[in-house]
């Protein structure tokens, strides 16, 4: 190429030079062989894939479910043509109703949420956290578009639909239990209406509190209610002390009277059994079964008897005493005028 220093605008004098052209002859196996492991490096990446043990991997083909797979290393057909979706299975997912945990480990309370009316038309604030684990991950991933905000929607649902039907004083005070198992089976046939996938856990409630103007007349009532209950649980403590006792005299004196029962039947018995040998001695020998009753009865009763005026040799009447006749020392004279 001729170039004149004449039209190139610029003065001086020697002879110019035309740049050069660098020219790049790359042979082509170099430029095959990028290509080549490029391609290589693309379909390793895009064709294997690991499923954790907690996972489940999940498969489409052009957009559409193809296959679950579980843990593992896995192969499929390169991208576009299918991909792969991991999902944790044994997470426990974690909703958040009436409140937010913002990142410095602080509340912020969510009117909209909290907020509702009981069946007796009082307003309550509820928080709460509802919680979910995903059993059928094709469902979670394919039947809804946005699981998450379903179950939040479905789970505020709920909340209102159970305290709707509870009264101001079951909800804040002795029937939270019974509100959360409530909440959780009406949450639980939202969902499976939908067909997600998932099972519904217990719901929990943080707080479950009146309108801030009637917090403190609240908080007396709460009070009183727990004194109430502490009252009764003190009588029922009581109650069981006492019963118990009283059972065991019960049948302590119960004992005791068949004890006394038994003696003195057998005691009547004997009595009867005895008169009866007796009475069968009499009617054998009357005037011999007399005389020795006589005699016994003489002997008992003289036994009971300290003196005893004898008249049998027809003089002066005598006191004899028996205790010393028998050898027992009385102190006093044996025979005593």
Sequence with gaps: MAYDRRHDGRGGGGDYQEPKILDFNI??????????????LVLGL????NVNPSEEGVVTRFGAYHRTEKSGFHGKLPWPIEKAYTIPVSKVYRIELGFRTLEDGK????????????GDENIVRLDGVAQFQITDTAKYLFNVRDPEGT?????????????????FDATVTTGKLAIQDAIQIRLQEIVDTYDMGVKILPVQLQDVLPPEPVVPAFQDVVNAIEGK???ISEAEGYQKDIIPKARGQAQKTLNDADAYYASEVGRAKGEVA???GALKEYTAAPESTETRLKI???????????KVIDGTEGGPLKFLDLKAKAGHDTGKPEVAK
Excluded: C
């Design 151 to 167: 179950i939040k929607d479905a789970a505020e649902a709920a909340n209102r639909q159970v305290v709707g039907d509870s009264s």
């Design 27 to 40: 042979p082509g196996w170099i430029v095959g062989s990028a290509v080549g492991g490029i391609t290589a």
């Design 296 to 306: 016994e009865m003489q002997e008992w009763v003289y036994s009971k008897a300290e």
């Design 274 to 276: 005895q008169f009866l």
């Design 229 to 231: 209950h502490q009252r």
């Design 46 to 49: 895009t064709t294997w894939y």
């Design 107 to 118: 509340y912020e309370d969510v009117p909209t949420e909290s907020q509702m009316l009981t």
